[in-house]
């Protein structure tokens, strides 16, 4: 997202107001999504991220920091994925869908969080136009783009992203793995495909959408309609 901001000629508040925005998300986002996956895992069954010292919020556990300069540059990224056992879940299948899945929910919740209070600071700015009070609205609106985009991104159905997890509960097991085989190959077209900006524009209008059903209820509570 970074090199899009740079090539629309954005200014140096927003450039800075996107990188704090982006760390944010790294810090403190990121080890939310990776905490979800982890209780998530735990109040399923298996405890093997607990073990391992993923059950936290503590960002230093959580960090991987090629998908964190992803978030900076890209406005799209990873952590380190929390270790689950399939074989601790009662019904495997589900039990990986729904572990996988808490990590993008957990980011439209905290998306809808940042548009709470990106609405309620702009409807405060646009009665009194302290200058301070725009800042404040840029960094809230930045905040919840780039959780939504981090929910949308996740869950494109190919490996080793969260979608594909919740996809391989509906494929047979023969498929599921025989695709899982080439991951690190898909892994590094996906990143390649990340670099070329090739997924911009299919992951743009996911998060437009997106964006717009999580926007919905703040633009209604604080008088700014729905359109």
């Not at 085989?181 to 437009?208: H, K, Q, T, W």
Request: aromatic share 14%; with cysteine; net charge positive.
């Amino acid at each position: 997202m970074l090199f899009s901001l740079l090539r629309g000629g954005a200014t140096f508040t927003s450039v800075v107001i996107h990188i704090l925005a982006s760390l944010l998300v790294i810090f403190v986002t990121m080890p939310f999504h990776e905490f979800a996956h982890a209780f998530a895992a735990t109040k399923l069954g298996d405890r093997t991220a607990r073990w391992q010292g993923r059950l936290t919020l503590n960002p230093l556990a959580h960090i991987d920091y090629i998908g964190a300069m992803g978030i900076i540059l890209f406005g799209f990224g990873w952590a380190k994925p929390v270790p689950v056992n399939p074989g601790a879940f009662e019904n495997p299948k589900k039990g990986m869908a729904l572990t996988a899945l808490a990590g993008p929910v957990m980011n439209v919740i905290l998306g809808f969080v940042g548009s709470v209070f990106g609405y309620m600071f702009l409807s405060v700015y646009l009665k009194n136009g302290a200058a301070l009070l725009a800042y404040i609205v840029m960094f809230f609106r930045a905040f919840s783009s780039l959780n939504i985009g981090l929910a949308v991104f996740n869950l494109i159905p190919i490996p080793p992203l969260d979608g594909w997890k919740v996809l391989g509960a509906f494929l047979p097991a023969r498929t599921y793995w025989k695709i899982m085989s080439y991951e690190r190959y898909i892994s590094f077209a996906l990143i390649v495909l990340i670099c070329m900006g090739v997924l911009d524009a299919p992951l743009y209008a996911m998060r437009n959408l997106l964006t717009a059903v999580v926007e919905f209820l703040p633009r209604l509570i604080f008088g700014f309609g729905i359109g």
